[in-house]
């Protein structure tokens, strides 16, 4: 059943979306010439350009209406309030808490969360001291010149993109890898090129019962076993973080080696709680409390800034505006930096494990489509491989650019040509080529057809200033309440993944059959057959 608050605030949406569909940005272009001006918002050290989105004034009208249907603002006092709003699993959300200074209240009501945090943060400081000066050393007196942080998921791809991000602030002497799958090609690689006298392994896990990482944790712990003739091997090799304090101690890793999460944490939220440990380690601690710092400025402008200039609101309502009233399926985003190469991976999980949803908040079949596609790589590579079916493959396909002011890497002449190209690609996705503009250009007749460019693709800009600890903070922070806001719009909690779990039991229950036991008679055809065809 549809919300009746919200229903009128849909059907507006629809009605004006009906006489908007048709028209091209060329003509919405010519008719407001300032749209830049009006249709742009800053925040920070951060410059979003959503006037190549196919609205008007109007639009954005009917969307804020929608918004306050919603009632986003309620929802972030709740969240704030520490109200359990990830009702499926009775917690509360309060990654905000994570990057929030110690005279704050997070919760807004009840008792804070803040003294627990900020003495977390004092170990988590400690111990990336004690690490990078040397005064913690492996079992055979060796400096740690290695960390592998074994995770998937949240306890992964988070943490392994801001530690790519930021190369330039990688410490010196230290090395931080990342190894998520179970498939042995990804860790065992690793292990022959690492010296067991000096790697210590970060197990981040968050239930401690995640199969790839205890694969990969089990592994590791034999390996340095195999290595160690005496001492006390585990205890100076492996640190763990993770709520279940029960499994980490039963692996073997003592409590002072553990750095604990809560429940009002998610996985895909958790880069800014002891889950960014390896990033601390990559790239030094005080860097690491820059990126917690711009996280906050973005959740005071979340928090405070009225919804027009909101930037995570606006970005989410022209979300919705895409998916559900232009019909996009698919969302592209393309940050031209290579620096930022893996920020498509990480937003997957954020978004597609959020809002890849078709339940409601009540356990109704939503009446509307919720996420996306999420996928996308750095520019320019992308322009020589998937950007044809942008330009000419006939869907309506939105996308990011995000584009950085300052090289974090300057080669001469570099930079400027990278951005020309994702100005480029953001204007001829917008606007084509129409055929007389193609045969003006003099392409031959026959050849006109294949030259022309319907345009109308809709995208946003933003613009970082440059890519360091803090702008990254903020840049990512905006993604993340923008799935917040989302979430509200389309009804649905943000903050589960119960769709995850079907194949996870279903693998424990065909594992037998790969280990030598017989296939189970209640299986599939298809299944039983690849089971045959593999023992
Ligand atoms: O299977 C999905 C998931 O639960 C993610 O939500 C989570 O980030 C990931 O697995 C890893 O979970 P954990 O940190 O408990 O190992």
């Known amino acids: 059943m549809p919300d009746p608050k ?10 004006h979306a009906a006489t908007l569909r048709p028209r091209h940005l060329r003509e919405l272009f010519a008719e407001h010439p300032r749209r830049f001006e009006d249709f742009s918002l800053g925040s920070g050290a951060l410059l979003m350009d959503f006037s190549k989105q196919r609205i008007t004034r109007e639009t954005l009208e009917h969307l804020h209406e929608l918004a306050r249907a919603c009632d986003v603002e309620g929802w972030r006092e709740r969240m704030l309030a520490g109200e359990h709003i990830n009702h499926t699993e009775d917690r509360a959300v309060l990654h905000m808490a994570l990057r929030a200074p110690a005279t704050a209240a997070l919760p807004t009501r009840g008792e804070s969360v803040l003294p627990e945090v900020h003495a977390t943060l004092a170990r988590l400081r400690e111990f990336c001291e004690a690490i990078h000066g040397g005064s913690w050393r492996g079992h055979s007196g060796d400096r740690i010149t290695d960390v592998v ?8 791809l988070g943490p392994r993109m801001v530690s790519r991000a930021l190369a330039a602030y990688q410490q010196p002497d230290l090395k931080v890898h990342y190894v998520s799958n179970m498939d042995g090609a990804d860790l065992a690689p690793l292990l022959a090129r690492l010296n067991p006298r000096s790697t210590l392994f970060v197990v981040v896990s968050k239930t401690f019962g995640t199969q790839e990482t205890l694969a990969n944790a089990r592994t590791a712990r034999a390996w340095l076993q195999a290595h160690v003739s005496r ?10 973080v993770s709520s279940n304090l029960e499994a980490t101690a039963e692996f073997g890793i003592p409590p002072a080696n553990v750095f604990q999460l809560r429940d009002w944490v998610g996985g895909r939220f958790s880069l800014w709680s002891p889950v960014g440990l390896s990033i601390a380690l990559a790239i030094g601690f005080h860097h690491f409390e820059a990126l917690l710092a711009g996280a906050h400025a973005m959740d005071q402008h979340f928090c405070t800034a009225p919804a027009r200039d909101n930037l995570p609101l606006t970005l989410a309502l022209l979300d919705i505006w895409n998916i559900n009233c232009i019909g996009a399926h698919s969302h592209g985003v393309f940050p ?22 078709s339940v409601d908040r009540q356990g109704q079949p939503m009446e509307r489509k919720s996420c996306p596609i999420i996928w996308g790589s750095a520019g320019t590579n992308g322009q020589h491989s998937f950007f044809q079916l942008l330009h000419q493959g006939g869907q309506p396909i939105p996308c990011d650019f995000i584009l950085l002011k300052e090289a974090d890497f300057p080669l001469a002449g570099h930079h400027a040509q990278l951005l020309a190209n994702g100005l480029a690609q953001s204007a001829a996705l917008a606007f084509g080529q129409t055929a007389a503009e193609a045969r003006a250009a003099g392409i031959p007749e026959a050849l006109v057809p294949y030259r022309t460019f319907p345009g109308n693709q809709p995208s946003t800009t933003l613009l970082l200033e440059r890519l360091d600890p803090g702008t990254l903070g903020q840049l990512l922070a905006l993604y993340e309440h923008k799935v917040f806001c989302q979430a509200v719009l389309w009804n649905v909690n943000a903050f589960d993944q119960w769709g995850v779990e079907l194949g996870k039991q279903m693998a424990s229950q065909l594992l037998p059959s790969l280990q030598g036991e017989s296939c189970p008679a209640h299986l599939d055809a298809s299944t039983r057959g690849l089971l045959q065809a593999l023992q």
């Open 6 to 15: 919200t229903r009128p605030a849909w059907q507006s949406l629809f009605a």
């Open 149 to 156: 942080n074994l995770g998937i998921g949240g306890s992964d």
């Open 231 to 240: 001492g006390p091997a585990v205890e100076r090799h492996f640190v763990a």
């Open 336 to 357: 031209y930096s290579q620096s930022l190469e893996l920020f498509p991976a990480y937003l997957q999980q954020l978004e597609m494990e959020s809002t890849g949803k």
